[in-house]
């Protein structure tokens, strides 16, 4: 007997049990002390609409498991083993959760998201670049 299907809100909370969020401030630490790797997944018309944090990797949703596969041929330089640590950083918080979870699929095991997206970062203070 197959599952019940489930609303994306559902899915969603489920997903997010799977793995620990982190809130603005604490991606801004781990990014600067080198303990993390930001990646932008945002479209192109957000980035020039709300601007770019500085030193987060820009890389479209539809390319990110090509670019952070440390096993693929289309990997980014940055993408240097399964136990990097990846906050994926969309506009509100959303799709950054299934692009995590994708990315653990792949043997990504630190992917996470940040908690309420580049939003959640601007309104936090937090550096972002034109």
């Not at 299907?5 to 969020?21: S, W």
């Not at 991606?27 to 987060?56: F, K, S």
């Not at 990797?57 to 990997?75: A, Q």
Request: proline share 5%; aromatic share 6%.
């Amino acid at each position: 007997m197959s599952e019940q299907p489930v609303g994306i809100d559902e899915f969603l909370d489920r997903v997010r049990d799977t793995y620990a969020r982190v809130e603005p401030h604490e991606a801004y630490e781990a990014a600067q002390t080198g303990a993390a790797l930001l990646v932008d997944i945002r479209y192109a018309a957000l980035r020039e609409r709300d601007g770019l944090i500085p030193g987060a990797l820009v890389v479209e949703r539809n390319e990110l498991e090509w670019r952070l596969d440390p096993r693929g041929s289309h990997r980014v330089p940055e993408a240097t083993g399964h136990d990097l640590r990846i906050v994926v950083i969309c506009n509100e918080g959303y799709a950054s959760s299934l692009a995590a979870v994708s990315l653990h699929q792949l043997g990504l095991h630190r992917a996470t998201d940040l908690v309420g997206g580049f939003q959640a970062w601007r309104a936090a203070g937090l550096p972002v670049t034109p």
